[in-house]
T-cell receptor, first 115, second 114 residues
Framework: AQSVTQLGSHVSVSEGALVLLRCNYS??????LFWYVQYPNQGLQLLLK????ATLVKGINGFEAEFKKSETSFHLTKPSAHMSDAAEYFC?????????????WGLGTSLAVNP | NAGVTQTPKFQVLKTGQSMTLQCAQD?????MYWYRQDPGMGLRLIYY???????DKGEVPNGYNVSRLNKREFSLRLESAAPSQTSVYFC?????????????FGDGTRLSIL
């Protein structure tokens, strides 16, 4: 069965520090991987996605993620946190085959950025 | 660009009341989805519609019905609301019913059932 695990439901960083949000997945087929961001009282927005090809994926707002097949990971990073990055971040994996293919969501990581 | 529009944004119901949550998208997408979001449980798929005229159950369909009115609109109905249905409801759309494609979300409906 497919699954997504986001390590750490809450992460706190200082402004200007590295942001690292962890996501591990399991999938029986080559996965498509996504990171979404949710700002307070808003819907989810796509940050970036991995389908095939280059394993380092760049997204909006300076975020990037690297697909590591051997580690079944897709961690999200940003070199320097900004106050506006405070939000909830969701990792999702598209797994399964054929009609059983579906999108599996992680439980989310709440990012706090301290001045 | 409106994208995905959900109405209402907030609603309070009494147990046993019924209501319909509305969703419309203007991106000419074929597929639409309804999710609920609860603390500590992430997003859970209630129903989805791969294309106009089709609907399928998701992970947590009990207590809900849906209607794909046309290509733009996908509504979610609670026939007899229960406190367990207190949640934030999100509608989303994607070009095709292919869970490999990114989904576009509305801003949500915050529903409280007393």
């Amino acid at each position: 069965a497919q699954s997504v695990t986001q390590l750490g439901s809450h992460v706190s960083v200082s402004e200007g520090a590295l942001v690292l949000l962890r996501c591990n997945y399991s999938s029986s087929v080559p996965p498509y991987l996504f990171w979404y961001v949710q700002y307070p009282n808003q819907g989810l927005q796509l940050l970036l996605k991995y389908t095939t090809g280059a394993t380092l994926v760049k997204g909006i707002n300076g975020f990037e993620a690297e697909f590591k097949k051997s580690e079944t990971s897709f961690h999200l990073t940003k070199p320097s946190a900004h106050m506006s990055d405070a939000a909830e971040y969701f990792c999702a994996v598209s797994g399964g085959a054929g009609n059983n293919r579906k999108l599996i969501w992680g439980l989310g990581t709440s990012l706090a950025v301290n001045p | 660009n409106a994208g995905v529009t959900q109405t209402p944004k907030f609603q309070v119901l009494k147990t046993g009341q019924s209501m319909t949550l509305q969703c419309a998208q203007d991106m000419n997408h074929n597929s639409m989805y309804w999710y609920r979001q609860d603390p500590g449980m992430g997003l859970r798929l209630i129903y989805y519609s791969a294309s106009e005229g089709t609907t399928d159950k998701g992970e947590v369909p009990n207590g809900y019905n849906v209607s794909r009115l046309n290509k733009r609109e996908f509504s979610l109905r609670l026939e007899s609301a229960a406190p367990s249905q207190t949640s934030v409801y999100f509608c989303a759309s994607s070009p095709l019913q292919d869970f490999n494609q990114p989904q576009h979300f509305g801003d949500g409906t915050r529903l409280s059932i007393l």
